[in-house]
């Protein structure tokens, strides 16, 4: 063999095995890099907080008033939750009449009134709506009383004035009849009926704001009537 031939063999040896031990660095050196991204990634894990799932809010749900279900029970068969009903609003229906007509109607004008919601109920367009609606259907009342009947006698401002009250529940009745319209009616469903503002709110349709108002100017007026807190004149 030529010494060129074995001068090439050899070089091939030598670059086989530079070869092999640049492969085993290269190997060497990508375990190395996995080792350390996977310690790396260890760390990482064990320094984060456990993964949570953000919270997910349940749907806001709307509780229907009672009335509401009431009249949905009525006109789906059940009539005899209208008892409930009756119970409920009556006395605001007693104290929305009382406080414009005579003393003596007001109970048989209750029971006709709530017959009549019980026969039109079906037209009643919103179920939430059945103490504004049952209200002004006791207004409509009262001004149909007044002008079929020619014998009621109207309590008036000039009556109250010459029958200085005594104080008695009928007298304070009289009183607040004669007071202006816009406060007569609140008035009698919170002294007389014994409902309280929120109530009153509640059931009649009105703002809570109004029926504030009502009972503040309403009752400056009736105290002036009944004398007490007016300041004499020399």
């Known amino acids: 063999m030529s010494d060129k031939r074995k ?19 290269s190997n060497n050196f990508q375990e190395g890099a ?36 009431l009249v949905k029970a009525v006109l789906a068969g ?17 104290g929305i ?19 009549h919601a019980l026969r039109k109920l079906h037209t009643l367009r919103d179920a939430a709506a059945f103490g504004p609606w049952i209200a002004m259907i006791a207004r ?14 109207e309590v008036t401002e000039q009556m109250a004035v010459d029958k200085p009250p005594s104080g008695t529940a009928k007298e304070i009745l009289a009183l607040i009849r004669s007071l202006p319209e816009a406060y007569r009616e609140t008035l009698v469903l919170r002294f007389v009926e014994g409902m309280t503002g929120p109530e009153i709110a509640a059931r009649t349709g009105l703002t ?10 309403g ?16």
């Open 97 to 115: 009449l009382l406080a414009r007509v005579p003393r003596g109607e007001v109970d048989d004008l209750v029971q006709d009134i709530f017959l």
């Open 219 to 234: 009752t400056k007026l009736l105290r002036q009537k009944m004398g007490v807190g007016a300041v004499a004149r020399p």
């Open 7 to 25: 001068r090439q063999i050899s070089l091939g040896q030598n670059a086989v095995a530079l070869l092999y031990t640049a492969t085993d660095r």
């Open 140 to 153: 409509n009342r009262a001004m149909d009383f007044y002008r079929s009947s020619r014998e009621t006698v």
């Open 208 to 217: 809570p704001a109004s029926v504030r108002v009502n009972l503040h100017r």
């Open 78 to 94: 059940q009539r005899e939750r209208f008892s409930a009903l009756y119970e409920m609003y009556s006395p605001m229906v007693h």
């Open 34 to 69: 996995g080792m350390l991204e996977a310690e790396a990634t260890a760390d990482m894990l064990l320094m984060t907080q456990p993964f949570k799932a953000p919270p997910i809010s349940a749907p806001e749900i709307v509780e229907e008033p009672v009335a509401a279900q």
